[in-house]
């Protein structure tokens, strides 16, 4: 069993950066790839990036490559979402999963957090 809780959302302006956490419990948490998604309003949760388990591989969806990077380090148990130049089509809920091979589909996650707003304002 793996709980996993986001933190570092807020209000921020069109530009700016945030960097979100993600703080998982249990020993485990080594043995999980982790992902990021994001379900803004009226629209279904999507695909953000994700880290294997030991961090050596990343994946991010088209719209966010080059400014969002996803890193974790498994001594804290975190994982963390550094967002840059981010923009209002950014605003969200951002949600935290860890699964145990990862992937892009929210199917292959097993854990959740209960998400953290993400509001971009122009």
């Known amino acids: 069993q793996v709980q996993v809780v986001e933190s570092g959302g807020g209000l921020v302006q069109a530009g700016d950066s945030l960097r979100l956490s993600c703080v998982a419990s249990?020993?485990?948490?080594?043995?999980?790839?982790m992902g990021w998604f994001r379900q803004a309003p009226g629209k279904e949760r999507e695909f953000v990036a994700a880290?294997?388990?030991?961090?050596?591989?990343?994946y991010y969806t088209d719209s966010v490559k080059g400014r969002f990077s996803i890193a974790r380090d498994n001594a804290k148990n975190t994982v963390y979402l550094q967002m840059n130049s981010l923009k209002r089509e950014d605003t969200a809920v951002y949600y935290c999963?860890?699964?145990?091979?990862?992937?892009?589909?929210?199917?292959?996650?097993?854990?959740w957090g209960q998400g953290t707003h993400v509001t971009v304002s122009s």
């Open positions: 999963a860890a699964g145990e091979y990862g992937g892009t589909l929210s199917t292959q996650y097993d854990y």
């Open positions: 249990g020993r485990t948490f080594r043995s999980y790839a």
């Open positions: 880290v294997s388990w030991n961090g050596g591989n990343t």
